[in-house]
């Protein structure tokens, strides 16, 4: 895969100056989270490993945070299908081919936190929230920029790509609204999948 290298001077996420991408993050966001702005430089970092010119999808491994980063810098979003979610809690995303599956995955890599106080101290939640040094915690992320990360080849398995597309719908017998037919026999919401409280 073909490197698009950067220069030390420029501090860009993705062709947007840092505090744009900043205002991005806080319009689609609602407030600049540290995941957000920690996410915009594993975007970066994912799209500078990524070959020319292809078509991709993202999978992302948690759902904080970081799918809005996903969502605003490429154009996977969750309801277009591309940015698909499978959150067993890591801060990693994947980029990949749409069809072959090859791409590049960044995570955080715990020992490259060791600089950075106050980013290991909220990575890992060594304490509470309001005793957080929020300047601090901003102030080191844009500091180590995407340092903090690690990036691997990926292959996504055939099987994972083909479970996105739908094969059809059908009306479920229970309650008469249409759904996935790959779901089952019945909609998932009759399988008992909803938080609804009967009344």
């Known amino acids: 895969m073909q490197v698009k290298e950067k220069t030390q001077q420029e501090l860009s996420i993705c062709n947007h100056g840092y505090h744009e991408y900043l205002e991005l993050a806080r319009s689609f966001h609602g407030h600049i989270a540290p995941g957000m702005v920690l996410g915009g430089f594993m975007v970066d970092l994912a799209y500078r490993h990524l070959p020319e010119g292809e078509f991709f999808d993202a999978l992302c491994e948690t759902k904080k945070c970081l799918p809005d980063a996903i969502q605003i810098l490429t154009p996977c979003t969750i309801g277009n299908g591309w ?3 499978i959150d067993i809690g890591r801060f990693a995303l ?6 072959g599956g090859l791409g590049v995955r960044v995570y955080v890599d715990p020992p490259k936190l060791e600089p950075f106080s106050e980013l290991k101290s ?21 500091k ?22 739908r094969k059809g719908f059908a009306l ?18 009759c399988q008992g999948q909803l938080p609804y409280i009967r009344q």
Request: hydrophobic letters at 35%; aromatic letters at 12%; glycine letters at 6%.
């Open 83 to 85: 940015l698909r979610i």
């Open 94 to 99: 994947s980029l990949y081919e749409k069809y």
């Open 122 to 142: 909220w990575f890992f939640k060594l304490k509470p929230k309001m005793e957080q040094d929020r300047d601090m915690l901003l102030d080191e992320i844009k």
């Open 144 to 165: 180590a920029g995407p340092t903090v990360c690690s990036f691997q080849e990926v292959r996504l398995d055939p099987e994972f790509i083909k479970a996105g597309h």
């Open 172 to 189: 479920c017998p229970s309650c008469h609204e249409a759904y996935p037919l790959e779901h089952g026999p019945l909609c998932r919401g």
